[in-house]
């Protein structure tokens, strides 16, 4: 197991050599755009068919469309030759851009150049809709996971190089583990991430969102319907047992399984504080399947 995780970690060109390519230039950089290495007429250049993104919002095409009208591409597409028809170019990071030029009738795109085999294209593509693209929590926390899972980056290996932090991707990969129908409610942007993270620790997540929605309640208050439950004040006052505090050890080693698992961890501490339970909640099967992947394997290592 240990080789096959070693060959996954080395695949492609690095994280960090990709996001040179994709990654905007820092505000204030004296040196402008950078340069193409050549000018190829739109007709020559289609995009990759394993695009990661499908769906391209007319009207932000149109607004971009405008701005290459009036001052031109400012950021060269990235491509790279066809492997299987010569002399046209793949689209590797851009496509938004090409089709905006093609909308706003240019005939030459400048574009970079790059020697890319097929999975270093999609590691590209995945980075760049990460780095450019408005991505709902959903889309963003899938593409995390991709870049984890087919190229073995690490939680901190995605912040240092995305400029993220640690906890940003840990808490969004998170929502992964709650139910689809949350999950739509996501996309639509009918819940925020944190109403979705406050819903995964509760008991009837599905039900709590369709209140919160319903109600329009706001981040505070779905924390505290998850923290009292959403039961009658009767049964809930029959079913209460005394829970003793948790000290911050204890809640902070909880945070860091949670982020290291993908999943909510709790530890339920005995009489004595010398034993007590450790409680790992799934959602699904495939989430049961991923729990067993890493429990069987060294690479959960939390830091204490």
């Not at 096959?4 to 695949?11: A, H, V």
């Not at 450019?132 to 980056?153: I, K």
């Not at 990969?173 to 689809?180: C, H, K, V, Y």
């Not at 699904?284 to 429990?295: F, I, Q, S, Y």
């Amino acid at each position: 197991m240990s080789e096959k995780k070693q060959e996954r970690r080395g695949l492609g060109r690095g994280l960090s050599a990709l996001m040179a390519d994709v990654a905007p230039a820092p505000a204030g950089e004296s040196s402008g755009p950078r340069r193409p290495d050549m000018m190829i007429p739109v007709e020559k250049i289609h995009p990759n068919p394993n695009q990661p993104r499908r769906d391209f919002s007319p009207e932000a095409l149109q607004d971009l469309s405008e701005s290459i009208r009036t001052k031109g591409i400012i950021q060269p597409l990235i491509v790279r030759e066809d492997p299987e028809k010569s002399g046209t170019y793949q689209i590797v990071a851009g496509e938004r851009r090409w089709r905006a030029a093609q909308m706003a009738q240019v005939h030459d795109i400048p574009v970079l150049i790059r020697n890319y085999d097929d999975t270093e294209v999609l590691e590209v593509a995945i980075i760049e809709n990460i780095q450019r693209a408005d991505l709902n929590p959903v889309e963003e926390a899938s593409a995390y996971r991709q870049l984890m899972e087919r190229f073995g980056h690490t939680q901190e290996k995605l912040a240092t190089a995305l400029g993220k932090s640690r906890s940003h991707i840990a808490n969004l990969m998170r929502l992964l583990q709650l139910p689809s129908e949350i999950l739509d409610y996501l996309r639509e942007g009918l819940l925020s991430a944190g109403h979705a993270r406050a819903l995964i620790t509760a008991p009837n997540p599905v039900q709590l969102a369709r209140k919160v929605i319903a109600e329009g309640l706001s981040v505070r208050d779905t924390e505290a319907l998850v923290k009292k439950g959403d039961e009658p004040p009767k049964a809930r006052t029959q079913q209460a047992r005394p829970v003793a505090d948790k000290d911050a050890d204890t809640l902070a080693l909880e945070q860091d399984l949670s982020a290291n698992l993908g999943m909510p961890v709790k530890i339920e501490v005995g009489a004595g504080g010398q034993s007590g339970r450790l409680v790992i909640s799934y959602n699904d099967l495939e989430a049961l399947d991923e729990l067993c992947r890493v429990l069987t394997s060294t690479s959960l290592r939390p830091s204490m």
